[in-house]
């Protein structure tokens, strides 16, 4: 199984700051990831899809890069909503595996 | 909008089996894929396996084979997933996801339910 790997697996960031997070996979899976926010007691949210694709109703500031093995999930401009858990997801191998998740914590 | 709504939390014995529905609402039930994963408190997110709408057919993790049954039926717009054989390891909030892609699979979930808790203990 293609493992994909979180880091940092917590961040904390004030509001207003710019921040990338990582998710780096045991394989190539192309352009083939997909980014999420987890909230508590929420269903998950599809955020970017295709690494870099942002989902219909997403804020643009969310955006997605890589390929291959390393990607990253950048929020240009944190806003109080934002602060939550992110996980990445890859969609190119079965079966699909998700990363261990980034609490994005207010500092 | 757009809804899966899951059934509510279970409390099952080792051994015994689960059943988890999936009833979904505010679009075509047959054109999208259904995904069932899974999370443990604390760790990350498992895929468990898919289910095709129109057709029945179901493809399901390696780890799952032999005890997981995903099943459809189109008349109330419901998915289900089965899983037997409980063990301790299998206490787990159980999610539906639906694929993003109409008409065929792109493993990408675009609406998930709000999770089923399934608690294994003697």
């Known amino acids: 199984d293609i493992q994909m790997t979180q880091s940092p697996s917590s961040v904390s960031a004030s509001v207003g700051d710019r921040v990338t997070i990582s998710c780096r996979a045991t394989?190539?899976?192309?352009?083939?990831l997909a980014w999420y926010q987890e909230k508590p007691g929420n269903a998950p949210k599809l955020l970017i899809y295709?690494?870099?694709s942002l989902h219909s109703g997403v804020p643009s500031r969310f955006s997605g890069g890589g390929s291959g093995t390393n990607f990253t999930l950048t929020i240009s401009s944190l806003l109080p909503e934002d602060f939550a858990t992110y996980f990445c997801?890859?969609?190119?191998?079965?079966?699909?595996?998700f990363g261990q998740g980034t609490k994005l914590e207010l500092k | 909008q757009v809804q899966l709504v899951q059934s509510g939390a279970e409390v099952k014995k080792p051994g015994a089996s689960v059943q988890v529905s999936c009833k979904a609402s505010?679009?075509?039930?047959?054109?999208?894929?259904l995904h069932w994963v899974r999370q443990v408190t604390g760790q990350g997110f498992e895929w468990i396996g898919w289910?095709?709408?129109?057709?029945?057919?179901?493809i399901y993790a390696q780890k799952f084979q032999g005890r997981v049954t995903m099943t459809r039926d189109t008349s109330i717009n419901t998915a289900f997933m089965d899983l037997s054989s409980l063990r301790s390891d299998d206490t787990a909030v159980y999610y539906c996801?639906?694929?993003?892609?109409?008409?065929?699979?792109?493993?990408?979930?675009?609406?998930w339910g709000r999770g089923t808790l399934v608690i294994v203990s003697s």
């Open positions: 295709a690494a870099s």
């Open positions: 996801a639906r694929d993003y892609a109409f008409g065929r699979r792109k493993n990408y979930f675009d609406t």
């Open positions: 997801q890859q969609a190119n191998t079965f079966p699909y595996t």
């Open positions: 289910i095709n709408p129109i057709t029945g057919a179901t």
């Open positions: 505010g679009y075509t039930f047959i054109h999208y894929y």
């Open positions: 394989q190539d899976i192309s352009s083939s």
